[in-house]
T-cell receptor
Framework: DVKVTQSSRYLVKRTGEKVFLECVQD?????MFWYRQDPGLGLRLIYF???????EKGDIPEGYSVSREKKERFSLILESASTNQTSMYLC?????????????FGSGTRLTVV | GEDVEQSLFLSVREGDSSVINCTYT??????LYWYKQEPGAGLQLLTY?????DMKQDQRLTVLLNKKDKHLSLRIADTQTGDSAIYFC???????????FGAGTTVTVRA
């Protein structure tokens, strides 16, 4: 019954590594989002996509990029991981603009950069 | 951008009612939401309210919306240990599809 799947629950990477976080949804949703969650800061939007091959910057895009080659998959890329990117990363999707059902979230990936 | 504000912590005794408060700034928001995040998990939609409603009740949950004061609250009746979680208030401004989240209220239920 899982609808938004993030490929890893926990990841440990070294500083300077290129890191890929994968997210897949099976609900045919148009919109997909990547957030990071830090204590006391809530959820901050990194990037989002409202269509295949389309992407827009969120509030904190620096140090990240994204890829959406297929509707169901939205990847977050850390080009050169740094310790300040240690965080919980949450992927979400939504059906369309104005839907009352908000987002469906994945279970999250806890990334530690050492 | 829009700011959604919540208090960070709430401690409540098992069996009592919990009230989590939220203020938002965008009066054009069409829908307002409450999400729950259990430890180590993603966010789960608890309930939502349309902006033309004042109240919505769903079993133990009651949502109150005061549009004049831009105030949203979530009341959990008969709070149980399984209600211990982080609760996020969120809004979608009219014409947008991006949710703006508050920082989350950590609810701790004590015996």
């Amino acid at each position: 019954d899982v609808k938004v799947t993030q490929s890893s629950r926990y990841l440990v990477k070294r500083t300077g590594e290129k890191v890929f976080l994968e997210c897949v949804q099976d609900m045919d949703h148009e919109n997909m989002f990547w957030y990071r969650q830090d204590p006391g800061l809530g959820l901050r939007l990194i990037y989002f996509s409202y269509d295949v091959k389309m992407k827009e910057k969120g509030d904190i895009p620096e140090g990240y990029s994204v890829s959406r080659e297929k509707k169901e998959r939205f990847s977050l890329i850390l080009e050169s991981a740094s310790t300040n990117q240690t965080s919980m990363y949450l992927c979400a999707s939504s059906f369309s603009r104005g839907s009352p059902y908000g987002y469906t979230f994945g279970s999250g990936t806890r990334l530690t950069v050492v | 951008g829009e700011d959604v504000e919540q208090s960070l912590f709430l401690s409540v005794r098992e069996g009592d009612s919990s009230v989590i408060n939220c203020t938002y700034t965008d009066s054009s928001s069409t829908y307002l939401y409450w999400y729950k995040q259990e430890p180590g998990a993603g966010l789960q939609l608890l309930t939502y309210i349309f902006s033309n409603m004042d109240m919505k009740q769903d079993q133990r949950l009651t949502v109150l919306l005061n549009k004049k004061d831009k105030h949203l609250s979530l009341r959990i009746a008969d709070t149980q240990t399984g209600d211990s979680a982080i609760y996020f208030c969120a809004e979608i401004p009219r014409g947008d599809y991006k949710l703006s989240f508050g920082a989350g209220t950590t609810v701790t239920v004590r015996a």
